[in-house]
């Protein structure tokens, strides 16, 4: 359920401790997520990647993502709108300011990722204009053998955030 909500964004609350057996994109706008306790397995467009608590993630407009849970996870899910997530400026300071870009992570096509895909029978739940329609795949569409590019589910943990103290 949404819990607060303007012309901008979206903030809901979501607890999961089973995986899902379906993938989500979503067209209406970004989407972050902050995981507030526990740890998932991401799958998506872009690969595979291991996500804990305190990690922060974007999930670029219509990407196809799904998770599986290695414990319960508690997290916050807010979603742009019809707009985007960006880096924020670097001001005066210049790259050293809020957190080195290099502690960004991108997911990766590694062994998880390859296990996954299948000819199995796949449901995707897009939202697009508030609505959910439902398409379903004869394979799993995660089905990626390379990428190269600069749109990507990224992600980065506070505990990588160290702004300047002077």
Known sequence: PTVLHNASCKFRIWKLDQKMDYLARNGDGDDLFFIHEGAVELFCDYGHMTIRDGDYIVVPRSTSW?????????????????GAYQLPENGLVGPHAIFDEAMLDVPAIDEAFKAQQGEGEWKVQIKRRGAVSIVTYPFNPLDAVGWHGNLSVARINWRDIRPLMS
Do not use: G, K, Q, V
């Open 66 to 82: 799904r998770i599986e849970p290695s414990s319960p996870i508690t997290m916050l899910m807010i979603e742009a709108t019809n």
